[in-house]
């Protein structure tokens, strides 16, 4: 039995609250900046922690990890340029918002759905650790096949009224993700004999590229003028004060997202983006008003947000039940725990239930202060949406490559960031929608070795997906997604073409 108040006692001592103060700040500001993960920056920081008694040292770290998964949300939204990969999802409405003058809307419903989703996760690892870390045991290839399939269909949910090029665009971003080593056989595929493929594209390129290069060559096509508000930003204005109606509007979504987000975290290997976009697609197709996706939309940012940091306290939940990390963060931080000789599974609970309750109380304070750190600094942030965009965005263009560049060491995915700048460009010209691509390029790694292994296990039998419970259900929700939309989308169809006949006086 845990003693959550012993873990009380030692996590208010004033040291233990300014280490995860500390982590939190870091946290926060190299995830605003594109390029600078949150991987990279508890890597940095993880030698000081070898310094630290235990609770200090892991509570930087997690102070670390909350405020990254958080602060990329604030480029996303300012920029549209998402600080981390989770962030993505949510540059599609809060950039919108900005341009529409709303950014301190953005940015606090941003900053309440993040800490109800990280609190939702809080409770969930300190509550139903064990029980959550036995079921994601169950999750094998047949079952990240079928749950990856049907995020996948979420792509057409994302693409209606546009059905042909949202598919376009998401087989687009498949086919960027196969190049480099085969997953399974080590064998190079679409390297063209390019030494700089064999590890295929770099995420950090592509969304840097397709958000802020995109948006960069697009202003200076327009030639975008210096028109800015003189004033100061009032966070109490009515353009960015959000109101008491507009947070009920989204607590439906908020309900929906923040658990998506906890159970994607307690698999090992999903991660936050996925988390981030699989529940943007389940609550649109939910939303009572879902041609607000997209174009500025607070439910859209809540689903986003909601789920990114739901994640951030359940992928503790494999590492400390089974010792197994949920992604790369609890990875690196596990070698934190080792140093410490703290060793990750059942034991952990039995042998050092004082250092368990410590991180639980950890948790909750950490997201706490994450809250009102971050509220203390949004008049702060918001000053970036006053600076005139010909000085922003060159600003934002140099930030870019030198992120690139340091996440990357390598100057060819430079030169990658600004082909797929262009190519965002191009597909906002054409009307073809970037969240396919990007939907696409994360999930079809995951399809593609859920299936090859799947496969394998059952001697290239299909039987696997419909024998078992956990395929079997994502499949049928896939089908009936599909068919869902495509009767969605033959209506509206049949709609439009009466419209247009009664227009022209035909029967």
């Known amino acids: 039995m845990i003693d959550i108040g012993s873990g009380l006692s030692v996590v208010f001592d004033p040291q233990i609250m300014g280490l995860i103060l ?25 030698p000081i922690t070898f ?26 939204v300012l920029i549209n340029v998402p600080g981390v990969p989770a ?20 940015l606090k419903m941003s900053l309440y759905a993040s800490g109800f989703g990280a609190l939702l996760s809080d409770l969930a690892l300190i509550f139903f650790a064990v029980p959550v870390a036995v079921m994601a045991l169950r999750i094998g290839p047949p079952e990240n096949f079928a749950l990856g399939l049907f995020a996948l269909t979420l792509i057409a949910v ?40 064999t590890a295929g594209w770099t995420f950090i390129a592509l969304i840097i590229g397709v958000f802020a290069i995109a948006e960069a060559i697009e202003l200076a096509q327009k030639r975008a003028s210096d028109v800015q508000k003189a004033e100061g930003v009032r966070l109490d204005s009515a353009d960015h004060r959000l109101s008491g109606a507009e947070m009920r509007s989204v607590v439906p979504t908020l309900l929906r997202s923040g658990p998506l987000g906890v159970a994607i975290g307690a698999v090992p290997g999903l991660g936050s983006a996925i988390a981030a976009f699989f529940s943007y697609g389940v609550a649109r197709s939910f939303s009572k008003k879902p041609e607000e996706y997209g174009k500025g939309s607070l439910e859209g940012i809540a689903a986003a947000e909601s789920a990114n940091n739901g994640v951030t306290s359940s992928t503790f939940i494999p590492l400390l039940t089974l010792g197994i990390p949920g992604d790369v963060i609890t990875a690196i931080m596990l070698g934190a725990f080792m140093v410490h000789g703290l060793v990750p599974g059942p034991s952990l609970f039995q042998q050092h239930g004082d250092f368990v309750a410590a991180l639980f109380v950890t948790m909750v304070v950490g997201t706490i202060l994450l809250v009102v750190v971050a509220r203390l600094g949004m008049r702060l942030f918001l000053q970036a ?35 797929f700048g262009v190519l965002g460009f191009a597909m906002k010209r054409f009307g073809f929608p970037i969240a396919p691509l990007l939907i696409g390029f994360i999930l079809g790694p995951l399809v593609e070795v859920g299936l090859r292994q799947s496969l394998y296990m059952s001697a290239d039998s299909l039987a696997i997906f419909v024998t078992r419970p956990i395929p079997l259900l994502f499949l049928s929700m896939a089908v009936l997604t599909v068919f869902v939309v495509a009767w969605q989308e033959y ?9 247009r006949r009664e227009g022209e006086g035909q029967p």
């Open 22 to 46: 500390l982590g939190l700040v870091i946290g926060v500001v190299i995830g605003a900046i594109p390029g600078l993960n949150v991987p990279l920056a508890v890597a940095i920081t993880l």
């Open 51 to 76: 310094y630290l008694e235990p609770v200090g040292g892991i509570a930087m770290l997690v102070g670390i990890y909350k405020g990254g998964t958080y602060g990329g949300s604030i480029s996303a």
């Open 87 to 106: 962030s993505a999802a949510t540059a599609l409405d809060g950039y919108e918002l900005t341009r529409q003058g709303k950014a301190g809307k953005a």
């Open 158 to 197: 994302l693409s209606q009224g546009n059905m042909l090029k949202g598919l376009i665009s998401g087989l687009f971003g498949i086919f960027l993700a196969s190049f480099g080593l085969d997953p399974l056989t080590g064998s190079y595929r679409l390297t063209f004999d390019v030494p700089q493929l």
């Open 385 to 419: 949406s006053r600076v005139p965009d010909r000085i922003l965005f060159p600003i934002v263009v140099v930030l870019c490559f030198t992120g690139t560049y340091v996440a990357t060491h390598n100057f060819f995915d430079m030169y990658a960031t600004l082909g």
């Open 491 to 499: 209506r509206a169809g049949a709609a439009t073409r009466r419209a």
